[in-house]
């Protein structure tokens, strides 16, 4: 499939085609709207389907992907087939061509308003690793709910930034067991975890679980995620109702939202179960919903570890059907992570917690040692999935700075 | 301060002009606008000022109270002083007439678009004796960062549901010490958490802590709120991130939002600190933020307890404070709720799990024997606070019944 401008085994070529949100500082006042990125370039969606007096324009031409997330699958797959028409038949060229603007050019904004966000904690490797760390002395790692549900929780909607906002480290109180009473200050532990978030489309009604087989008619694609940890904060807040202030001060996602019809060659068997599942999550007769999608996680542009999200043991479809199964609606905009994404290898862990284990053996870096994050360090995800015909589809990259606690 | 058709006493006079949102099923095909209570009456708060060329006629013309919520203290005491005068001055009653509706002949909705919701878990004496009910063998029934910090946890804020809304009873895994392994099925734990719900209205920015100080700044209102949770479900789940489907399927608010300036009289000072606390959450040189409100919880309209909301030992103005120390931004709309209120007395106790001592011991209704709730039942959560001249002030109550599993 020939595309202008883009280069043959570009990862971002016409095969993947991921949706954002981008203006343009000189016109319009900087107006938003849809983008769809090809190679170095985002292609303005909805000027193109204008031009092309495409039905698809006015869903196109908003500040958000909101309604493109509304609409279901239909609209998403014909949306899909029009823009992939554009930007490789070659008698579109000249209409196209004004509306592709350099990367370089725009600013990306949050794709689409984050309505509820859940973390889940679906890697056994990173289970069995923060079990091992934290409960040195037990002789299972892993809760005993762990095989037999996808545990997750809330997390804070209204901190979800998009790549590229600095990260202010946060203060909080933390608490060492030979301490005496709590302190308080800027977090010591400052972490990352490698994740992949889902993106909801369609809503469901209070009431109405999501069964597996559902899960294409409502999640629209996904995206990477960074859920930026405070260790000290986290630890000494986390007994008995969760995380709370060591992961609420900022969650950070890719600009791109990579539309699942990008990624059915990526589509992989979740490792096989050890333990027998309840009917609601039972996917051995289902279509497998495991993704293999290669992480990569640099620290001031060297990579420390790449973790693979093929491992993860429990999918996003069953995260959808267990989110939902005691009758939780859903809504456009629903976000839903995977929890750190860690692989059997030491260097295929997800966090700095694992990847150090919890600070005893620091990682070196050309920047110097590190336990956990300094000021000024700059993490950046990324990641790209076997596309077809050998290609490879990338995932928009989540990058951050920590700034100083203000 | 005489108001027509209000009854001397009642705790919805003039004094109280909570907002809502209504509609009336014959007009305007029953658009939602904003509401104020007035006895058994419902102001059309948007008619009126328009009525009245008031310059707040805009912003009480809305299908939500977002805009009003957004507009901050001076607007929101401006807006109160004015519809005090349009109910109390004589004056205005043959203008103000039309747009008084009986309440029995409107619907109400749910007043507000909830943005993030954060449950704490505020009252001593429930966290006492959950401690006590799930670690009878342990010397002290607080968690070790009990006293340090108000403990909290984001919930769901799709789930967010107005007074009235039936409640279905969820389904999902639970697992008793003695199961070989986990069961699906509806919850044979349904219970109730009686909570005061707090709603901000003007935002923060990220990395811009709330001090106690600004407590009013940015919190708007109260509501009274049911946190429905199915026990059995939480039991297996919450460990070790937290309460998710056992709480998920369903919170109840009032359809009544009382402005804090309604409730001046009924500020207290909470309880002794007995611990001392970190700068950012000592109170003893501010404003005290307790408040006396009288709770009653009825179950099939046979009151079951009277938790006491003075005996909290966190105060909202903490909660807020806490909630944004490691720079987590606030939304028009964040909702956060107190946690279940108990006393010290076993009439007093905020849930079923502590009213019946987590089954062992059922209460005696009209309705029959209760351990948990059953389906068919109502649940009734009404309150009260001293208001100025021994007048009191009437919280909207939140009424919500059981529907069996779909």
Chains 1, 2 share one sequence.
């Not at 199964?325 to 860690?342: F, I």
């Not at 994050?373 to 990641?383: I, P, S, Y």
Request: with cysteine; net charge negative.
């Amino acid at each position: 499939m020939p595309s202008f401008d883009v280069p043959e085994g570009d990862p971002f070529g016409p095969h993947n085609l991921p949706y954002g949100v981008f203006s343009r500082s000189g016109s319009d006042s900087g107006a938003r709207t849809v983008g769809v990125r090809l190679g170095d370039q985002v292609l303005d969606a909805g000027a193109a389907a204008r031009a092309l007096a495409s039905p698809y324009a006015s869903l196109l031409s908003r500040p958000t992907l909101g309604p493109l997330l509304a609409a279901g699958r239909t609209t998403w797959s014909d949306v899909r087939r029009a823009l992939t028409t554009w930007v490789t038949v070659p008698s579109h060229r000249e209409t196209i061509a004004p509306f592709l603007h350099p990367l370089s050019s725009v600013a990306l904004h949050l794709p689409f308003e984050v309505a509820d966000y859940v973390d889940f904690y679906a890697s056994e490797n990173h289970a069995r690793n923060v079990g091992r760390i934290f409960r040195p002395d037990a002789t299972e790692p892993l809760t005993p709910n762990w095989k037999h549900l996808p545990i997750g929780y809330h997390g804070r909607s209204g901190t979800v930034v998009v790549s590229g906002t600095d990260v202010a480290r946060p203060s909080g109180q933390r608490k060492s067991p030979t301490d005496p009473a709590p302190v308080f200050g800027p977090s010591v532990r400052l972490d990352i975890e490698a994740e992949v978030g889902f993106v909801v489309g369609v809503p469901s009604p209070m009431g109405s679980p999501v069964p597996l087989s559902s899960f294409r008619e409502h999640v629209f694609g996904l995206c990477l995620l960074n859920d930026w940890s405070a260790r000290d904060l986290q630890s000494w807040e986390y007994v008995p109702l969760g995380p709370f202030l060591g992961k609420s001060f900022a969650t950070s996602v890719s600009a791109w939202i990579t539309p699942l019809d990008a990624l059915d060659e990526a589509r992989v068997s979740p490792p096989e179960r050890t333990h027998p599942l309840l009917p609601y999550l039972d996917d051995s007769a289902e279509d497998p919903y495991g993704y293999d999608l290669r992480i990569s996680v640099a620290v001031n542009g060297h990579v420390v570890s790449e973790p693979p999200f093929s491992t993860m043991y429990w999918t996003a479809a069953q995260q959808l059907a267990h989110l939902t199964v005691n009758g939780a609606s859903l809504r456009t905009g629903d976000l839903y992570a995977s929890g750190t994404v860690s692989g059997p290898a030491p260097d295929q862990r997800g966090s700095l917690l694992e990847l150090t284990w919890n600070g005893r053996d620091p990682l070196a870096l050309p920047t110097g040692e590190r336990a956990f994050l300094e000021d000024g360090d700059e993490v950046t995800l990324t990641a790209w999935a076997p596309g077809p015909h050998g290609t490879r589809v990338g995932l928009g990259e989540v990058r951050g700075r920590v700034r100083p606690a203000g």
